[in-house]
């Protein structure tokens, strides 16, 4: 299963609201997971289940979509939250990542 | 607190092998599926491998089947990356990772294998 992320790039302001969407080759109803890394870091689990928040993670981020389509929105950009973000899917294997959308400060 | 390091990364000429293990602590080892994931320099996450906790199942990207093998001794709560042919594509971070909705909740700070002559 193909992941597609879109944009791969995208600048922005704090306290914008930002949009990233991962298209899926196929149907993988909601087995789908978003992550967001850091420079020099292992990546970090923000969502799972397309939607739901994992434990510790704001409010701020959210997710949404099934079948093939899916969105991660923050809702107010803040400064901690530039890095790079992957959706990745785990409805078969091989599990498959998209190829990152990185987020930096305009 | 849950946590999983890594260690057996280092310098290897193409063809060779190396391996790598992860060991953790902090949950219940033998209860979690454990995954592998890699990161190419400058690149994105690559899932290479995933073994369920009782070992009955194990799943591997084409791009390392064949190649690698992945297994866990529960009695160490450790798991570990066989690592034979390597190439040069195969450079990379690599991070173990347990399973959670089938990614990782928790990650390791990764190892870094550079194959390279």
């Known amino acids: 299963i193909q992941m597609t992320q879109s944009p791969s790039s995208l600048s922005a302001y704090v306290g914008d609201r930002v949009t990233i969407t991962c298209r899926a080759s196929q149907d993988i109803s909601n087995y789908l997971v978003w992550l967001q890394q850091k420079p020099g870091k292992a990546p970090k689990s923000l969502i799972y289940?397309?939607?739901t928040l994992q434990s510790g993670v704001p409010s701020r981020f959210s997710g949404s979509g099934s079948g093939t389509d899916f969105t991660l929105t923050i809702s107010s950009l803040q400064p901690e939250d530039f890095a790079t973000y992957y959706c990745q899917q785990y409805n078969s294997h091989p599990r498959t990542f998209g190829g990152g959308t990185k987020v930096e400060i305009k | 607190e849950v946590q999983l390091v890594e260690s057996g990364g280092g310098l290897v000429q193409p063809g060779g092998s190396l391996r790598l293990s992860c060991a953790a602590s902090g949950f219940s080892f033998t209860t979690y599926t454990m995954n592998w994931v890699r990161q190419a320099p400058g690149e994105g996450l690559e899932w290479i491998a995933s073994?369920?906790?009782?070992?009955?199942?194990?799943y591997y990207a084409d791009s390392v089947k064949g190649r690698f093998t992945v297994s866990r001794d529960n009695a160490k709560s450790s798991l570990y990356l066989q690592m034979n042919s390597l190439r040069v594509g195969d450079t990379a971070t690599y991070y173990c990772a347990r399973d959670y909705y089938g990614s990782g909740d928790h990650w390791g700070q990764g190892t870094l294998v550079t194959v390279s002559s």
């Open positions: 073994i369920v906790s009782s070992s009955n199942n194990i």
């Open positions: 289940a397309a939607s």
